[in-house]
């Protein structure tokens, strides 16, 4: 079993993902990049994600930033299983790729289904 850590920018259907051998690193890479973009954290996370829902509801996408830490078992990965979840306005997306990409290397691509989660 691995796990992935994935970021996306919502209004996109390609996101970008890295593999773990381990829950423990995945998780401790994950509370990492959460304190190195602290700054970039809503200061109202229950408002932010209020507006970004009323946003798919009223457009069916939204501009945000995604990350999260999901199981992956052979193929399939458990997206209802997500361990951590952070999301941060869309304008912080290149920032924020840039820098898991040169903590992290060259991450691989992924397709969703829809821009909206």
Known sequence: MEYQLTIRLTSEKKGYFWLFES?????SIFNEVVETFEQYEP???DGFMREKRKEIEETG???AVQID???KEKHV?????AYNE???DGKHFEDIFNILTER????Q????????T
């Open 61 to 63: 996408e939204t501009h």
């Open 69 to 71: 830490v999901t199981k």
């Open 23 to 27: 829950e423990e690193d995945t998780i």
């Open 109 to 116: 691509e992924l397709e969703f289904d829809s821009t909206a």
């Open 104 to 107: 992290l290397g060259r991450p």
């Open 86 to 88: 952070m999301w941060y």
């Open 77 to 81: 990965v458990v997206r209802s299983a």
């Open 43 to 45: 200061k109202d996370m």
